[in-house]
């Protein structure tokens, strides 16, 4: 069963000294938002079919980082995995303890920032899924994710889309928002825009950097978000399942799912990680 942490911390403010937004005071909302109603639904269908097309799973051992309230450690700990679940949340840990009873999960609170020291592998699987793009420095994020893959592993990295985003915002309305580029949210209140929404050519480029390949790349909800009514029967519910379920890999339809899910694999022999460069080009940073 999941070993509870010893005492979690609140926190004082929604951002971290890092500049990275953390959940604790927000778990309800953040459930509501990531897993309620149809666009929960769907994230978990498309997942389910996803994972085991994307990823080579033979039971080996999973570094689950900002696992949230615990649905993506419980998928693969039912699948034969020994899950190791770090979350810098408190409040999101003991959920996603509570969530997890009686099931082999090691529960860690840690930023990701952190894991080099108390998770540091190397893991040949990792996820780590709607992070990056609540975090102040992404690009170095994903740095240290690499850092933590052995030769050969995978790491399975799902990021909030900016273009999808921008398209969504030019959808409701939001003209001048979108025009001006004022995609981000501030990590303020109770809002959960992202701080750091990606984009495609940045996990490219970064992955790059990193000398990880990109072995596979889907869209997460690539036409739920952008219907002016969510689907109105059981019916309506299965064709869009079916039209998500068909097009969340095919070109160009994938380049606006709300999420990006992508396996980047370090390759058995490959070059040594090279740190992110200096913040000098901010368009490339958000």
Request: glycine fraction near 10%.
């Amino acid at each position: 069963m999941p070993k509870t942490p010893e005492t979690p911390t609140p926190s004082a403010s929604f951002l971290s000294a890092a500049g990275d937004r953390h959940f604790d005071g927000l778990a309800d909302k953040f459930a509501a938002s990531l897993y309620g109603g149809v666009r929960g639904e769907l994230r978990l269908a498309l997942l389910d079919q996803l994972l085991p097309e994307m990823l080579e799973l033979y039971g080996q051992p999973l570094l689950d980082v900002g696992g949230g309230l615990g649905q993506l450690a419980g998928w693969f700990a039912e699948r034969g995995h020994a899950v190791t679940l770090a979350e810098p949340s408190g409040e999101m840990l003991a959920r996603a303890g509570d969530f997890l009873e009686g099931q082999e999960v090691r529960l860690i609170q840690a930023p990701l920032q952190a894991l080099p020291e108390q998770a540091p592998g190397p893991w040949s699987l990792i996820a780590c899924h709607a992070v990056l793009e609540w975090l102040g420095d992404p690009r170095a994020a994903l740095a240290t994710l690499s850092g933590l893959l052995a030769p050969g592993g995978q790491l399975s990295l799902m990021v909030f889309n900016r273009d999808a985003l921008r398209f969504s915002n030019v959808v409701k309305g939001n003209l001048e928002k979108a025009l001006a580029d004022r995609l981000e949210g501030r990590g303020e209140r109770l809002r959960l825009t992202p701080i750091s929404p990606l984009t495609h050519a940045q996990v490219e480029a970064w992955s790059a950097e990193c000398g990880l390949a990109i072995r596979g790349v889907a869209g997460i909800r690539i036409f739920n978000d952008y219907l002016r009514q969510p689907p109105q029967s059981d019916a309506d519910r299965e064709a869009l399942l079916a039209l998500e379920r068909r097009y969340c890999r095919v070109d160009p339809h994938w380049r606006l799912g709300r999420y990006l899910l992508y396996t980047l694999v370090r390759p058995a022999t490959s070059p040594e990680t090279r740190p992110p460069l200096p913040d000098t080009d901010k368009e490339s940073q958000a």
